[in-house]
């Protein structure tokens, strides 16, 4: 029997995509372009360990995918491998209103999990801009970030236990609610953010919150970053926890986002360098969240850390306010061709981060424009750059490495990360090498005991480990 034909029998026609993929392979960025035997759309997880233990017999790469809107490449797939997609499996299992946690499908979108606890009055506290398309599976294997870290933690933060297919077709079902468990090691921590390269994360047990009964949004214009970093800790000493978000931006941004979206009108009669955009949110029913937000900004103002501000008298406002900031990626098309880097700092060292990074940019891209921003926070910044006016792309392209170069030896400096909340990949799998060679070490031999075929998820995150390599050429030269 043929891989296919094998493949046919346990998924039926349903289970198995051979034609029409554009939509598994076509990524947002554009950049990977395999062309994969197949998708296989398992409907249950007793299905997804029968198709592992056929890929297995095989020797099948797999390649699991969400809502493929990850930006690192980590479900594109290379020539001939299998796309595993979840969106068969989207099941809410069981949702526990006195336990407040729920027992939801790997295939389930972010924003779909987001409205049915919602109905009960719960919140399940992770805010992506691709919320609607992206998959429980797909954020937990990416430790998604997102909007509202600062309060509440990444997807792993989340997490109360997982239902994992391993590479020998065994399923690790641990969905238990449990807040205690120190029963040996917390095995699903090492799945989480591991990118689909130990195992199939086919459902998942996750803590909820309570839904928000007030709420308030406020964007502020800052003239400098330590202004804004000075307003972070105000409003985090003036609203405690219920700070849930502090995104910033810089008027280049703005400029963007006002040329894309039509109705758009600027938050501000004068333009700042910067923009913070905050939300504060409390589970008590009342008034009380505008008064507090109120005044603090009128004592930033008195002490002359930000130039003016507005707070969303109404959701539709707050709803537009956001929706400057969640547009810029989609934007900076307006900018000609963005260099993009996901990298997080150290909250203190933001300025010290953009001052280096820029004059170092400027000196080897003249005209560079530098569009930073993102989720100040927790530190993460998409560092993104526009191309000069008047360069071509190609030209701005060519440079690429030379400006990775620059903004990862700084963030390194400065004790930051590479990868902050779109994960590995393809995209940065050999930059992340770059002085961690213990880290990637002890990352290759998990990978190897757990996964000795490497079928799951080839080449992602971390290459195959030399030993492999070394064994292959002793073999090759026997
Ligand atoms: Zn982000």
């Known amino acids: 029997m043929t891989i296919l034909s094998d493949l046919h029998q346990l998924l039926g026609a349903d289970g198995l995509l051979e034609s029409g993929l554009d939509r598994y392979v076509s990524e947002p960025r554009g950049r990977y372009h395999g062309r994969p035997l197949a998708v296989a759309r398992p409907g249950s997880t007793e299905q997804v360990a029968e198709l592992v233990r056929l890929c297995s017999k095989h020797r099948l790469a797999m390649v699991p995918q969400g809502g493929h809107t990850g930006l690192v490449g980590g479900g594109s797939a290379l020539d001939s491998e299998l796309i595993i997609s979840f969106e068969r499996m989207r099941a809410v299992r069981h949702l526990d209103t006195v336990d407040a946690s729920v027992v939801v499908e790997a295939g389930c979108t972010l924003a779909a999990l987001r409205d049915t606890v919602a109905r009960a009055g719960l919140l399940y506290p992770l805010s992506l801009a691709s919320e609607g398309t992206a998959t429980i599976g797909g954020t937990l294997a990416t430790n998604a970030g997102g909007n509202l870290t600062i309060r509440y933690g990444n997807s792993r933060a989340q997490v109360l236990g997982l239902e994992v297919v391993l590479a020998s077709g065994e399923v690790l079902s641990e969905l238990s609610p449990l807040r205690k468990d120190n029963s040996g090691f917390d095995l699903k921590h090492c799945f989480i953010g591991s990118e689909g390269t130990l195992g ?157 990074a820029q004059v170092a940019l400027a000196e080897a891209v003249p005209g560079i424009r530098p569009c930073p921003f993102g989720h100040l926070g927790d530190g993460n910044i998409h560092f993104n750059l526009s191309q000069p006016e008047g360069m071509s792309a190609e030209a701005f392209r060519a440079l690429e490495p030379d400006c990775n170069r620059i903004v990862f030896e700084r963030v390194r400096a400065l004790g930051g990360s590479i990868a902050a909340e779109h994960g590995v990949g393809l995209l940065r799998r050999d930059e992340l090498q770059r002085g961690q060679a213990l880290k990637v070490s002890l990352m290759q031999s998990l990978k190897q005991a757990w996964d000795p075929q490497g079928l799951f998820n080839p080449g992602k995150v971390v290459a195959a480990t030399s030993r492999k390599a070394e064994q292959g050429g002793d073999q090759a030269s026997a």
């Open 200 to 356: 199939l994360i086919t459902a998942a047990c996750l803590a909820l919150k309570p839904q928000p009964a007030q709420s308030v949004t406020a964007m502020a214009a800052c003239a400098d970053l330590e202004r804004g970093l000075a307003l972070l800790k105000r409003l985090r000493a003036r609203l405690g926890e219920t700070l849930s978000a502090c995104e910033f931006m810089p008027e280049l941004a703005m400029q963007f986002v006002l040329a894309d979206q039509p109705g758009a009108a600027h938050p501000f009669a004068k333009p700042s360098a910067w923009y913070v955009l905050f939300q504060a949110d409390s589970a008590i029913d009342g008034q009380g969240m505008e008064a507090a937000v109120m005044d603090a900004l009128a004592h930033a103002h008195d002490e002359g850390l930000i130039d003016d501000a507005v707070v969303a008298d109404s959701l539709s406002r707050a709803e537009s306010l956001w929706a400057l900031r969640e547009g810029i990626s989609a934007a900076q098309k307006h900018g000609g061709v963005s260099l993009k880097h996901d990298i997080s700092l150290p909250v203190a060292r933001i300025p010290a981060f953009l001052d280096q």
